[in-house]
């Protein structure tokens, strides 16, 4: 017996002799639910069922696979120890019953059943339930345009499609394929097909960048340049409004707003709907834009009934708003969470911040909290701030330079967002870990991630880490001591100067920005920051002054002393190494 609540309404519940449990969906959040409440209730029958031929798999590990990282399709589907998860497995250890190509068509709230069909026989036939949860997950979106029947359309949502594509690219039956959508599974997919297959490889996405709701535009430049490195053709602000097939019926042509594109494999990669239909149609309340509503013990609108993982909203932590957010890793801690009240616990799950990370080719990038975009959008006077420093103590050999994204309210300077990108990728997931416990336990300020408390030694990170640089960095920009700019701004500053008369000033050693200083005399002037006060008089008082240095240090400090001077100037944001990592050194 335990008491709960839903909204305002207090309810009292008092468990049978013999608990009949009900699990829909068997890929993530179902089979951790059904084992987790197992253990707490030994003498329960539950039973799990899903419509496809394997589950409890990790399903964001797909590209991995088909890239050849892991070596076979059941890597995904086994324990640590080796154990092929599969209906047996659940049956003999776990105590669950499992039973696969199985769909559940309707649920009777009344009468406690789920009308079930056998999706090869086509038998149905009603499975009564004390409890019910539903992980029915998501599906893939594919939008209303000619051609998305075509021979050699899919997406890659599921293990069934995944070893269909491995299969085609091991027996070299891709030649170039086209992927539609620069999110996660996108980038790994393109990657995966490029590097283990060698083949030619395009990334349509129709927003303005890749990651378009992860990363900033700075962040997104630096990972469509890692992208092209590897040979992936990446076209942003471009979409698909047909799909054309050969003779045989198989796809030949993707056809763009800007152009025409040859593919003999094309996937969807634009996101995932959630599966809510069966229980938006038993009257279970959903979000007005999909997604059921669940409260903290992840119970739905039936206090019998129990929902998580793809197919339910969440609320978002920093925003206060319901989102949608399909992630293996929240399944898994919201199957935990279910789980153990069916076993008459009370733990809950009180919402997200976000959390997020991606390899790409060479580099990785994470993230948490908001973006600039979705801060402004929520109702803040939100500003971002991107820096590069170096991810180990700066004598330390094989030290790297990553780069740190912070999204800060300009009022209050609460910090609501963190992206990081560096070619390590546990060093910046460890910094974007950081702060993301932060966003979960408080409202965090600049002065919070200032002084926050990280390892150091040598070879993990400097004496002032570069989150708690990041922060200070931010602190000085919204101070109004660093006036700084984007590199995209330096970029356009620089391909305007014979408009906009701009002099720039590069503060790097010497040697580093005399070729560009030679290349673009009464433009460009290479001054070392050791040497400003011996050649301050070569500074312009009557034109604006961009400057810029490696990483934006030394130029923030010359910046300061210009301001002492009465010389006002504007700082190039990650100074050259970003630009290198955007590719956009080359045009200086």
């Not at 999706?119 to 004390?130: A, C, I, L, N, R």
């Not at 097939?245 to 959630?274: H, L, M, Y």
């Not at 963190?418 to 965090?444: C, E, H």
Request: proline content about 4%; glycine content about 10%; hydrophobic content about 40%.
């Amino acid at each position: 017996m335990r008491k709960f609540s839903i909204g305002n309404s207090q309810f009292l519940e008092v468990y049978p002799m013999s608990l009949n449990i009900l699990v829909i969906g068997g890929v993530a959040l179902g089979p951790k639910a059904a084992a987790r409440a197992k253990r707490l209730l030994p003498d329960a029958n539950i039973t799990l069922i899903d419509q496809g031929t394997y589950i409890s798999y990790g399903g964001c590990g797909i590209p991995y696979f088909v890239g050849g990282d892991v070596a076979d399709m059941n890597g995904l589907r086994t324990t640590v120890a080796g154990v092929v998860r599969d209906e047996a497995f659940f049956d003999e250890l776990k105590g669950v019953k499992a039973i696969c190509h199985t769909r559940a068509l309707s649920i009777d709230r009344k009468a406690k059943t789920v009308l079930v069909e056998n999706v090869k026989t086509g038998e149905q036939s009603q499975m009564p339930y004390d409890k019910l949860v539903i992980a029915t997950g998501s599906s893939p979106r594919i939008p209303p345009i000619p051609g998305t029947d075509l021979k050699n359309v899919t997406s890659v949502t599921c293990l069934e499609a995944a070893k269909a594509i491995q299969e085609q690219c091991a027996a070299r039956q891709i030649s170039h394929a086209v992927i539609i959508g620069a999110g996660f599974i996108g980038l790994e997919m393109a990657v995966a097909l490029a590097d283990m297959w060698g083949i030619e490889v395009t990334v349509i996405e129709m927003m303005d960048h890749v990651l378009p709701a992860q990363l900033c535009p700075n962040f997104a430049q630096m990972a469509k340049k890692d992208l092209e490195d590897l040979g992936v053709h990446v076209l942003c602000g471009e979409a698909v409004k047909e799909l054309k097939g050969d003779e045989n019926g198989a796809v030949c042509q993707v056809v763009t707003n800007k152009r025409v594109i040859d593919a003999d494999q094309v996937i969807f990669s634009i996101g995932v709907t959630p599966n809510d239909k069966i229980a938006a149609e038993a009257g279970i309340l959903c979000h007005p834009r999909g997604g059921i509503m669940v409260n903290s013990h992840m119970q739905t609108s039936d206090p019998d009934i129990y929902a998580g993982g793809d197919v339910v909203v969440v609320r978002n932590l920093i925003s206060g708003d319901f989102i949608y957010l399909p992630l293996g890793s929240m399944a898994n801690r919201q199957g935990r969470v279910i789980g153990t009240n069916l076993g008459g616990g009370q733990a809950t799950f009180e919402g997200v911040v976000g959390s997020w990370c991606v390899k790409l080719n060479e580099m990785y990038a994470s993230g948490a909290g908001l973006t600039v975009q979705q801060a402004k959008e929520a109702g803040f006077d939100a500003v971002e701030v991107t820096m590069e420093g170096v991810d180990k103590a700066h004598f330390y050999p094989n030290h790297g330079v990553a780069s740190i994204c912070l999204v800060v309210d300009k009022q209050t300077r609460r910090v609501l967002g963190i992206q990081g990108m560096s070619a390590d990728g546990s060093s910046i997931k460890a910094r974007t870990d950081a702060v993301a416990a932060l966003f979960q336990s408080s409202k965090p300020t600049l002065n919070e991630v200032s002084n926050l408390e990280v390892c150091y030694a040598p070879p993990f990170a400097g004496a002032m880490d570069i989150i708690n640089a990041a922060a200070n960095v931010t602190d000085n920009v919204i101070s109004g001591l660093h006036d700084s700019i984007s590199p995209d701004e330096f970029v356009k500053l620089w391909d305007e100067r014979a408009e906009n008369n701009y002099y720039f000033i590069d503060f790097r050693p010497e040697k580093a920005g005399k070729p560009i200083e030679e290349r673009h005399p009464g433009e460009y002037l290479a001054l070392a920051l050791e040497d400003f006060n011996a050649r301050k008089g070569e500074i312009p008082t009557d034109r604006p002054v961009a400057v810029v240095c490696n990483t934006g240090t030394r130029a923030f400090e010359a910046q300061v002393k210009m301001r002492a001077l009465g010389i006002e100037s504007v700082n190039n944001a990650g100074g050259f190494i970003a630009l290198r990592k955007r590719g956009d050194d080359d045009k200086f």
